[in-house]
């Protein structure tokens, strides 16, 4: 009641006292077991639910593609499709008082039977800028320098501290690709502040590139006949720490690895557009100066398809020449380098050899040919090969190897 004035006036409000309030249930998302699932295998899928007092739910899952083994659980296995594509699965969770939530997540399925493939270009950055996977593409450095690498050789990175630095590649019709491209290299900011480009052939204006935003996310772009699409990392990465990164657009998705695990995926489709512009490291192109890498990169890798992804995780431990282990004068000469079916090593009067390795760029061992020994010279028949580099190694009589680098055509 209030009064005023000699006057009054009074209302009531009538408070009904319930059991609860009726809520729909809160969903934060789905977990799956694994970031990917391979083609005709396996994977899990588990729906996380903010649990509220005396909550009654059901479920509902669906697909769009593959199978289920079961649809009305918290939790349930999903066959994929026999294809890799991008596929979605949603979960529909009701509670006692009808009300419900529905969420969806996006499922990458990939095909893991092929096997790792070649680089079209790799510059280790160990001595020199060019090509170490053909004799052909190799970089011209204006203003970087070299730094220590993610292992803390010296002089094995580079390092871009202006707008003036840049590692270019001039441009060629055999790098206009079209279907997918996978990239990789080792990455180190020193500052944000503008967008920094690590990698660009014509920027999203043309074709691609992988940057890193003003507030410190990886970002890969890519421009396909169907527009424009960016991929941003989950996390920010952190200064001062070297990143191993993988992009890759395969046709059907675009994919950012860190470290050799999955971060982020989405669908995306269309024919990769050409570029008039050099491909480029620590710069949008050859003319803009705005957007310069403010950092170090290294083991920088181009490949004109597709990558799978157990070729991926191996990508961080795999170095042109292995760390502490050099090329040494135990190896006299090693001839024809480039090889072309054959070569031969001689080596010191004073060394005895127990066995030689010849390593591909994937760290796997290529397994003979024949193999011709003499007193200090070993001559090796080369078995059909993927040209390249390769690492020969000699395991002396003493247990130490050594190491030499050997192009093969």
Same mark, same amino acid.
């Given at each position: 009641?209030?009064?005023?004035?000699?006057?009054?006036?009074?209302?009531?409000?009538?408070?009904?006292?319930?059991?609860?309030?009726?809520?729909?249930?809160?969903?934060?998302?789905?977990?799956?077991?694994?970031?990917?699932?391979?083609?005709?295998?396996?994977?899990?899928?588990?729906?996380?639910?903010?649990?509220?007092?005396?909550?009654?739910?059901?479920?509902?899952?669906?697909?769009?593609?593959?199978?289920?083994?079961?649809?009305?659980?918290?939790? #349930?296995?999903?066959?994929?499709?026999?294809?890799?594509?991008?596929?979605?699965?949603?979960?529909?969770?009701?509670?006692?008082?009808?009300?419900?939530?529905?969420?969806?997540?996006?499922?990458?399925?990939?095909?893991?039977?092929?096997?790792?493939?070649?680089?079209?270009?790799?510059?280790p950055f160990d001595t020199d800028n060019r090509n170490m996977a053909v004799d052909r593409f190799h970089a011209t450095v204006n203003g970087a320098?070299?730094?220590?690498?993610?292992?803390?050789?010296?002089?094995?990175? +580079?390092?871009?501290?202006?707008?003036?630095?840049?590692?270019?590649?001039?441009?060629?019709?055999?790098?206009?690709?079209?279907?997918?491209?996978?990239?990789?290299?080792?990455?180190?900011?020193?500052?944000?502040?503008?967008?920094?480009?690590?990698?660009?052939?014509?920027?999203?204006?043309?074709?691609?590139?992988?940057?890193?935003?003003?507030?410190?996310?990886?970002?890969?772009?890519?421009?396909?006949?169907?527009?424009?699409?960016?991929?941003?990392?989950?996390?920010?990465?952190?200064?001062?720490?070297?990143?191993?990164?993988?992009?890759?657009?395969?046709?059907?998705?675009?994919?950012? +690895?860190?470290?050799?695990?999955?971060? #982020?995926?989405?669908?995306?489709?269309?024919?990769?557009?050409?570029?008039?512009?050099?491909?480029?490291?620590?710069?949008?192109?050859?003319?803009?100066?705005?957007?310069?890498?403010?950092?170090?990169?290294?083991?920088?890798?181009?490949?004109?398809?597709?990558?799978?992804?157990?070729?991926?995780?191996?990508?961080?431990?795999?170095?042109?020449?292995?760390?502490?282990?050099?090329?040494?004068?135990?190896?006299?000469?090693?001839?024809?380098?480039?090889?072309?079916? +054959?070569?031969?090593?001689?080596?010191?009067?004073?060394?005895?050899?127990?066995?030689?390795?010849?390593?591909?760029?994937?760290?796997?061992?290529?397994?003979?040919?024949?193999?011709?020994?003499?007193?200090?010279?070993?001559? #090796?028949?080369?078995?059909?090969?993927?040209?390249?580099?390769?690492?020969?190694?000699?395991?002396?009589?003493?247990?130490?190897?050594?190491?030499?680098?050997?192009?093969?055509?």
């Amino acid at each position: 009641m209030v009064s005023a004035n000699g006057q009054s006036v009074q209302d009531t409000l009538h408070i009904r006292v319930v059991d609860h309030i009726p809520v729909a249930p809160v969903v934060e998302g789905i977990i799956t077991s694994n970031s990917y699932t391979a083609v005709n295998e396996s994977n899990t899928f588990t729906v996380k639910i903010v649990p509220a007092p005396d909550e009654i739910l059901e479920y509902e899952w669906s697909v769009s593609s593959g199978s289920l083994s079961q649809n009305n659980e918290n939790s #349930v296995t999903w066959q994929a499709p026999s294809n890799p594509g991008v596929e979605s699965v949603t979960v529909k969770v009701t509670n006692q008082d009808q009300l419900s939530t529905t969420v969806t997540a996006n499922l990458l399925v990939k095909d893991l039977s092929f096997s790792a493939q070649q680089p079209l270009i790799w510059y280790p950055f160990d001595t020199d800028n060019r090509n170490m996977a053909v004799d052909r593409f190799h970089a011209t450095v204006n203003g970087a320098s070299k730094t220590d690498d993610p292992r803390g050789e010296p002089s094995a990175a +580079y390092r871009f501290t202006s707008g003036s630095n840049i590692i270019y590649t001039e441009n060629h019709n055999d790098l206009n690709f079209e279907d997918a491209v996978s990239l990789s290299c080792w990455v180190k900011l020193e500052q944000f502040g503008s967008e920094r480009y690590i990698i660009s052939h014509g920027s999203w204006h043309q074709r691609y590139k992988l940057s890193v935003t003003p507030e410190g996310f990886l970002r890969w772009t890519v421009k396909t006949s169907n527009g424009v699409s960016d991929l941003d990392s989950s996390e920010p990465i952190k200064l001062n720490h070297y990143y191993h990164v993988t992009a890759l657009y395969t046709g059907y998705s675009m994919e950012l +690895y860190i470290d050799g695990s999955l971060d #982020v995926f989405k669908a995306f489709y269309g024919a990769i557009q050409p570029s008039t512009k050099p491909l480029t490291i620590g710069r949008m192109d050859n003319t803009e100066t705005l957007y310069a890498l403010r950092g170090s990169v290294d083991e920088v890798k181009l490949w004109d398809k597709e990558i799978p992804a157990p070729q991926i995780e191996q990508l961080k431990n795999q170095w042109a020449t292995p760390s502490g282990i050099e090329e040494t004068d135990i190896i006299a000469l090693i001839y024809p380098n480039p090889a072309d079916g +054959y070569f031969i090593i001689k080596y010191s009067d004073s060394e005895k050899v127990s066995d030689i390795i010849l390593t591909g760029y994937d760290s796997r061992q290529i397994l003979s040919g024949e193999i011709c020994r003499n007193d200090h010279r070993i001559e #090796v028949h080369l078995p059909e090969m993927v040209p390249g580099l390769y690492i020969v190694t000699l395991i002396l009589d003493n247990g130490r190897r050594v190491n030499w680098k050997l192009m093969v055509k």
